[in-house]
């Protein structure tokens, strides 16, 4: 695993593994390979999720390997199935996975909607999670930010469960907050926030909503300098979990002078 800086806020625990960055990071839309472990190495990030359909890990002899850069001895790597539109889709992505990594079985599983919105597909993603987790994986799940839905994943046995901020590759940022933190107060499992992070406020207002963690690509990656980025987004969720364990001061209507005149001398 990668050492980070020292962590005064806590581990971070999936599936009953211990990391001490909260920043999960994507591999995709950078320059090459170079750049993509320029960026990884800024954001302090441990777990690296790999879009299986789209990325080479060993199944094409001959072309760049992804894990040359990111070798799984520092890395956990975390497969994803970016890119399925069905049940059976993400299925077969996740058992190539398992092939391809020597019987790896944590996977983040996204089943799609439509390539517009890249919404989820939430019936289709309830039927490949029922069928991984019989299969043994460990499923780490996209869902929309929908609180019912959260805690049926969490229900059904996934080991965490990622609402969207916002649609994939927005930048939008959180647009409904509320459901998000409706979320993290029921949940017993991780929650992370995955997807529509567009810059480090984005991610620093995740984890003051009390999210576990938050996992990006294209904020990072879609950067004029995406190394830069990484870094910040390293600090931004570092500072927002240190807000959310510190708790912020209630808010108020009118003005509460920082110095009071109560119990002065004069």
């Known amino acids: 695993m990668v050492t980070t800086t020292s962590n005064t806020t806590g581990p971070l625990y999936i599936a009953g593994v211990e990391y001490q960055s909260r920043l999960l990071v994507g591999t995709g839309k950078y320059r090459d390979h170079d750049e993509t472990r320029e960026a990884i190495e800024a954001s302090g990030a441990e777990i690296v999720t790999v879009a299986i359909r789209r990325t080479n890990i060993g199944q094409n002899q001959g072309e760049p390997n992804l894990l040359d850069a990111l070798p799984p001895d520092k890395y956990t790597i975390l497969p994803n199935t970016a890119g399925c539109y069905s049940a059976e889709e993400a299925i077969r992505t996740c058992r190539l996975a398992r092939e391809l990594l020597d019987g790896h079985d944590l996977v983040k599983l996204e089943v799609l909607g439509d390539e517009k919105t890249l919404f989820p597909e939430i019936t289709e993603t309830i039927k490949a999670a029922e069928v991984l987790i019989k299969d043994g994986f460990k499923v780490m799940v996209y869902t929309n930010d929908d609180p019912i839905m959260a805690k049926r994943f969490e229900r059904m046995g996934c080991v965490a469960v990622m609402p969207l901020a916002a649609p994939i590759g927005s930048g939008l940022g959180i647009r409904n907050p509320y459901n998000i933190r409706i979320i993290v107060e029921q949940a017993e499992v991780p929650i992370l926030v ?66 009071p005149l109560d119990g002065t001398f004069f």
């Open 194 to 259: 995955d997807a529509g992070v567009g810059t480090a406020s984005d991610a620093a207002v995740a984890m003051e909503l009390g999210c576990d963690g938050v996992l990006m690509n294209t904020a990072i990656a879609a950067a004029k300098q995406p190394v830069l980025m990484a870094s910040a987004m390293r600090k931004a969720v570092e500072a927002g979990r240190e807000a959310f364990l510190a708790g912020r001061m209630p808010r108020k209507l009118y003005a509460s002078a920082s110095s």
